[in-house]
């Protein structure tokens, strides 16, 4: 069965498409072309979230099916799954045939819940109200220096998600997502001699802990969060057969931290204002054993790794949070002000960064 090979359009890019009202047409040169597929894009981030939630990847991992066929299996509306297959397949996302039998592609295939690394969550956990609502007001972020989920939502982002579970779930998905895709590239580079106890402070479902663990049979591990993400953790260790190992506490890393070797701060420090960072790595320097250490993993603005990503995240703490991406002389800063000085910077293969420090 022969598919179509076609090299799928850039979004807003067609020549012959208008945008807007009737006679306005595209412009044709590469800046505006550029342009038009920056102001569109959030129309492929909704695109990306609907292929996810309507489980397209796993519909076709056996097979090609019709968009016929994948309405009834979803329980969707026809014509409009059939619309939406046909731009998934304009992006690259499927391919269709000459019997308009849709068929997976790589691409399709990393939204699957089933493959190591899969960016499902987040696909879903990047879209949620919580934070698609809060940068329609990002123009204000960018005027006040404030963040805006006061405005959208009418409360912190962490005090929003706690109030709505189903959201909270998500976005720990796509931080265990984004922790799948880049995590085995961090956990390499970690040091784990002379360590018998790591605790992963906002650990999530401990997806990073984990892996240090499945490494080395020695070390114990905690992860400490929240009170209504930790049952995820639990079952995440359960599932990976390391819960006699692996132990949960729920509580508040601002309060204290228990006693350890090795301390993992993996997407914690960015969340924060520099006085709230400080405040975390202080009990974290109070309660760590002879010769412990701590491994910030961020992003790091100007170090190696995929050019814009850092810069653009930075921007998503801007209008999520009181925090923002560092430098590396800012994360210098506040570990000498909570009483840690840096060890060694260490580059993956990944966008993030591992600063690992040590008493001072």
């Not at 208008?18 to 038009?36: A, C, K, N």
């Not at 402070?201 to 984990?210: D, F, R, V």
């Amino acid at each position: 069965m022969e598919r179509s090979t076609t090299e799928p359009p850039a979004l807003g890019c067609q020549q012959d498409s208008h945008l807007g009202g009737p006679g306005d047409e595209l412009p044709t040169s590469s800046d505006d072309r550029r342009m038009i597929g920056m102001i569109t894009g959030f129309w492929v981030s909704q695109l990306v979230r609907a292929v996810a939630d309507l489980n397209l990847a796993e519909h076709l991992a056996d097979g090609s099916l019709s968009a016929a066929e994948l309405a009834e299996r979803e329980g969707s509306e026809p014509d409009s799954t059939s619309r939406l297959l046909r731009a998934a397949a304009a992006l690259g996302l499927l391919t269709r045939d000459e019997h308009h039998r849709f068929h997976s592609t790589p691409l399709l295939a990393t939204l699957r819940r089933d493959v190591p690394r899969s960016l499902r969550g987040l696909a879903l956990g990047r879209t949620v109200p919580g934070l698609w609502l809060t940068w329609n007001h990002f123009p204000a972020a960018v005027r006040t220096g404030r963040p805006q989920t006061e405005t959208a939502l009418g409360s912190a982002l962490f005090e929003h998600f706690a109030a709505h579970p189903g959201e909270g779930a998500l976005f720990s998905e796509a931080m265990a997502s984004a922790t799948a895709a880049w995590a085995p590239s961090v956990a390499a580079r970690i040091d784990l001699d002379g360590v018998t106890r790591i605790v992963d402070i906002g650990g999530a479902n401990g997806s990073l802990l984990q892996l240090l663990l499945q490494a080395d049979p020695t070390p114990r591990g905690l992860v400490l969060d929240r009170p209504e993400v930790i049952p995820r953790a639990a079952q995440e260790a359960a599932r990976n057969g390391l819960d006699q190992r692996l132990d949960t506490l729920a509580g508040d890393f601002f309060e204290g931290v228990p006693e350890a070797d090795l301390y993992l701060l993996k997407f914690i420090l960015h969340d924060w204002d520099d006085e709230s960072c400080v405040k975390i790595l202080r009990n974290c320097r109070s309660a760590m054993r002879p010769r412990a250490r701590v491994a910030v993993v961020e992003m790091v603005i100007d170090a190696a790794g995929e050019p814009g990503l850092a810069e653009l995240q930075d921007l998503n703490m801007l209008v999520a949070t009181s925090g923002r991406e560092r430098s590396l002389d800012e994360y210098d800063a506040l570990l000498t002000t909570a009483g840690l000085r840096r060890h060694r910077l260490i580059a993956t293969d990944s966008p993030l960064s591992v600063i690992e420090a040590v008493a001072a």
